[in-house]
């Protein structure tokens, strides 16, 4: 599925972005990023509106100049080698147009003919693999004006991959997708990754890009914040609060005053059989609470704990920048 260039070698990441600064006059859209993909991942990119994603992407993509810095895609540096790093790179912009008065094998066909994906006969077959590729087989005579939104992107994504690209850069993919459409969309880019594409995928909803991906990082302000697991941005974002709800059989005011004397433990309240409060510590601290309790000679029938959504750290980083 993917690119028939010269393959990098496997230490090679597919994006490897040093330093990169992009200005819009005296506005700064990206600051100084430095980040680097893996091959063979989901990596996403997450921030608010204004966090530098799509600037990101359109130097990925070679559609501007950056002010300063580096970017290589599968080791080919996108500045000096130009046209090697668009038969390595598929772009998918946020809300790609697609003509109404096409069907969509017309629609693939005429972008493979772009390409110069061969014959007519083998566009034909490329066509056929990549609408497969997207689980889309069925609509290949369908108009493309007929198409629901999940099918336009998912065309659009087919679009994408006619050329075999190393590396996809998909900006907001998911944008106004129904559940069953975003479910449809991860599973083609895993099956993508498995094939041996990097794709890179952006939005503004941390918790999609967590289902979607395998790794990702968070930008405000044109600045890296985090990178990593889903788990380790939480870390790294500074998120290790979490609500914990202890469920007992008796002697919930002796649960509760206990707990209220151990470091990490505040705004605690009583719900009938449940003592629920708010927890700062780590892991060990959290199972260090269940021996306590139990020790106590409490009688505790259930723990849970709910960490903060990934919204509301996202929710935390778009209100920080309304701070004056």
Same mark, same amino acid.
């Given at each position: ?9 496997? *230490? ?8 990169? &600064?992009?200005?819009?006059?005296? $506005? ?43 970017? $290589? ?33 017309? $629609? ?44 336009? !992107? ?31 969309? &991860? ?44 788990? !380790? ?7 290790? *609060? ?9 002697? !919930? ?6 707990? !209220? ?22 892991? *060990? ?24 959504? $990934? ?10 920048? &309304?701070?004056?």
């Amino acid at each position: 599925m993917i690119s028939n260039l010269s393959p990098a070698t496997a *230490e090679t990441p597919a994006i490897d972005i040093r330093d990169l &600064r992009v200005d819009y006059g005296d $506005f700064v859209a990206v600051n100084d990023l430095t980040l680097t993909v893996p091959r063979g991942e989901v990596f996403g990119l997450v921030g608010p509106n204004g966090a530098g994603k799509t600037s990101t992407f359109r130097v990925l993509t070679t559609l501007m100049e950056p002010t300063y810095g580096d970017v $290589f895609l599968d080791g080919v540096d996108i500045l000096e080698d130009i046209e090697s790093a668009r038969r390595i790179v598929g772009y998918m912009p946020d809300l790609a147009p697609v003509p109404s008065d096409l069907k969509v094998w017309e $629609f693939l066909d005429f972008h493979a003919a772009a390409y110069g994906l061969g014959t007519k006969s083998q566009r034909r077959e490329r066509v056929a693999e990549c609408l497969e590729e997207v689980a889309l087989t069925d609509q290949r005579n369908s108009w493309c004006k007929a198409l629901s939104r999940g099918q336009t !992107q998912r065309v659009v994504l087919a679009k994408t991959l006619l050329h075999r690209p190393r590396v996809m850069i998909l900006d907001e993919p998911a944008s106004g997708l129904d559940p069953l459409a975003r479910r449809d969309l &991860r599973q083609a880019l895993r099956r993508l990754a498995d094939n041996g594409a990097t794709v890179f995928v952006s939005s503004h909803i941390l918790s999609e890009l967590a289902e979607m991906c395998s790794s990702l990082c968070v930008m405000n302000k044109g600045r890296l914040l985090a990178s990593g697991t889903a788990e !380790q941005v939480r870390q790294q974002l500074g998120s290790t *609060e979490r609500t914990l709800t202890a469920t007992l059989l008796g002697k !919930q005011e002796n649960a509760a005053a206990w707990l !209220q004397s151990q470091p990490g433990v505040h705004r605690l309240h009583l719900a009938g059989e449940q003592v629920i409060f708010d927890f700062t510590g780590s892991d *060990e601290a959290q199972a260090g609470l269940m021996e306590g309790l139990i020790a106590q000679g409490l009688r505790l029938r259930a723990f849970e704990e709910k960490r903060s959504s $990934f919204e509301d750290i996202l929710v935390e980083v778009a209100e920080s920048n &309304r701070r004056p």
